[in-house]
């Protein structure tokens, strides 16, 4: 079974960082991209960034480009996303998903809450 | 960006009733559309990829169509778990974009 388990998220001050790591198991890690996906609280979804299988392609949406980072560790079957420069408007539950061309299957989510 | 505009934003049904939801794109986007269903406090489940394709585990009841820019997921008789939000993903080009969900409330 495909687990996909988020963490790293909590409330930090505009323009501060953090981490997010995604833990994933029940499928080879390595063979499949990864996508970070967050949900805004008025609900609408928004692809921030994706990484191939063995990390050497990322993209990222305009939106974070410079200030996120996609990364993973595919000997710890593990995904992280370094955000800096955080802003307001980055206030969301961050979602990790696998990629088999779609977004397979979700985890269950980390919020990241930007506020002074 | 492919914008993606969903009809309607809340759908009223009754159990048993057959729901139709409208996704339109900008721009053609091929077959490239998938469907996700949210129920408050889950994550996204995919439903239908690749315009008609249901993704595991999915039940018969879901069904997609369409072509381009115009698509619709219908679920022949809504089931009481079927109450919830769904949103429509397109994957053609950079950026995937979603739509901005419709949600099937209990009449």
């Known amino acids: 079974e495909v687990q996909l388990l988020e963490s790293g998220g909590g409330l930090v001050q505009p323009g501060g960082s953090l981490r997010l790591s995604c833990a994933a198991s029940g499928f080879i890690f390595s063979n499949y991209a990864m996508s970070w996906v967050r949900q805004f609280p008025g609900k609408g979804l928004e692809w921030v960034s994706t990484?191939?299988?063995?990390?050497?392609?990322?993209y990222y949406a305009d939106s974070v480009k410079d200030r996120f980072t996609i990364s993973r560790d595919n000997l710890k079957n593990t995904l992280f996303l370094q955000m800096n420069d955080l802003r307001g408007e980055d206030t969301a539950l961050y979602y990790c998903?696998?990629?088999?061309?779609?977004?397979?299957?979700w985890g269950q989510g980390t919020l990241v809450t930007v506020s002074s | 960006d492919i914008v993606l505009t969903q009809s309607p934003a809340t759908l009223s049904l009754s159990p048993g009733e057959r729901a139709t939801l409208s996704c339109r794109a900008s721009q053609s986007v091929s077959n490239y559309l998938a469907w996700y269903q949210q129920k408050p406090g889950q994550a996204p489940r995919l439903l239908i990829y690749d315009v008609s394709n249901r993704a595991t585990g999915i039940p018969a009841r879901f069904s997609g169509s369409g072509s381009g820019t115009d698509f619709t997921l219908t679920i022949s008789s809504l089931e009481p778990e079927d109450f919830a939000v769904y949103y429509c993903q397109q994957r053609s080009n950079w950026p995937q974009t979603f739509g901005q969900g419709t949600k099937v409330e209990i009449k």
């Open positions: 990484i191939g299988g063995r990390g050497g392609t990322t």
């Open positions: 998903t696998k990629v088999f061309a779609w977004n397979d299957h």
